[in-house]
């Protein structure tokens, strides 16, 4: 049956009701005070916005898509750079870090063995209904392999799931992971036979501060998701990395999730441009962590999770001329802090100490967000 010609004036209407300008109602200079906003906001290092370079640039980059296997994106200079056989694309951590442990689960029962802290700990049992092992360090800061030996399930016993994927974090609350300990961690766990996965979504962190090759920090691990917005001020995404065969499945299983994209050049773009553009700022970031660190102590602030990166611990909110803006005890510095800004929290903070201690207030040390390793005393004298 032949279809009547819709008529021009119906086609109009239709696109006159589902037409939209989004710079309609937007004052004159809201970007250039968002920008002002970010770079007095500690509440992560995801809040970083697109500078116009970095816009500009983005804009030259391929139209091919993604699903078709575009060659010109980033994912081969990641794999390169890595040190692993293949890359693939995603759009947030949470996707590549789910994806990633997916691929590796291939016939149940399993079980990851991960930090108690790890954020791949929330999702884990959703999306792969894989068992999962949360450990507490007994050091209150890292993993090591005894802790790891206490707590993997290997063996003819047919009680429990057997361990199939270690899932390790570095940095973990912007603390840094010992090179050594990742090593004999992986050494052990490939001698049975276990896979060794990473959430390296500040691993550019851990290579500005060690001066190790992000081909050295990954080599022990099968799989590993880096990601771009945190900490390289990229808009979007992250990479799963590791062989051509493991890459080949987390395509599918991409897919699967939804996760398959099209033209993603202009986000390839935004990662060509912050890889290039933006690791070299993270000395600056870590200089200014510690700094923030430091003066927080000598105001008698007590920090027992080291401002090692980009992170510290203060849980402190008051009203400025221009407003800082907190996400409660995690002070998390980036590419955009301006100095100006740590200059004004530690100030903050120094005022409302000396005001408890002329109150006389003295404040016991207290756990902070749950975390065990992670406390914040302040203390009158």
Not at 280 to 305: M, N, Q, W, Y
């Amino acid at each position: 049956m032949s279809q009547a010609k819709v008529s021009d004036a119906a086609i109009a209407q239709i696109a006159g009701e589902i037409k939209f300008d989004i710079l309609a109602g937007v004052p004159e200079g809201s970007n250039d005070l968002k920008r002002s906003q970010i770079a007095r906001t500690f509440i992560s290092d995801t809040i970083t916005a697109p500078t116009k370079e970095m816009f500009t640039y983005a804009t030259m980059a391929s139209l091919g898509d993604d699903v078709y296997h575009e060659p010109s994106t980033e994912q081969t200079h990641i794999a390169r750079i890595t040190g692993k056989e293949a890359a693939l694309f995603m759009v947030s951590g949470t996707m590549s870090n789910q994806i990633g442990l997916r691929t590796h689960l291939m016939q149940p029962p399993y079980t990851i063995l991960c930090d108690n802290r790890a954020h791949i700990f929330k999702g884990a049992g959703f999306h792969s209904g894989a068992a999962v092992t949360p450990v507490a360090p007994k050091n209150g800061h890292h993993l090591t392999l005894d802790d790891v030996k206490n707590n993997v399930v290997y063996g003819p016993d047919v009680h429990f799931a057997p361990t199939e994927v270690i899932a390790l974090e570095n940095t973990l609350n912007g603390t840094i992971f010992p090179q050594d300990e990742i090593i004999a961690i992986s050494e052990f766990a490939h001698s049975k036979g276990i896979k060794m996965h990473l959430d390296g979504a500040r691993i550019w962190h851990v290579a500005a501060e060690t001066g190790k090759s992000l081909k050295e920090l990954l080599e022990p691990f099968d799989s590993v998701s880096v990601c771009f917005s945190k900490g390289l001020g990229a808009p979007i995404g992250s990479c799963l990395v590791g062989s051509k065969e493991y890459i080949t499945r987390a395509r599918r299983i991409r897919l699967l999730f939804g996760g398959g994209m099209r033209q993603t050049g202009i986000l390839s773009g935004s990662v060509a441009y912050a890889l290039t553009h933006n690791f070299p700022l993270l000395p600056r970031v870590h200089a200014l962590s510690h700094k923030l660190e430091k003066s927080l102590e000598d105001i008698g602030v007590t920090i027992l999770s080291p401002a090692e990166t980009c992170m510290a611990n203060s849980g402190t909110r008051a009203a400025l001329p221009e407003p800082l803006f907190l996400g409660g005890s995690r002070v998390v510095l980036h590419i955009q802090t301006s100095e100006s800004a740590v200059d004004d929290l530690i100030s903050l903070i120094a005022t409302i100490a000396e005001e408890k201690r002329k109150a006389g207030f003295v404040k016991p040390e207290v756990q902070v967000n749950g975390h065990q390793d992670v406390y914040v005393r302040r203390v009158a004298h």
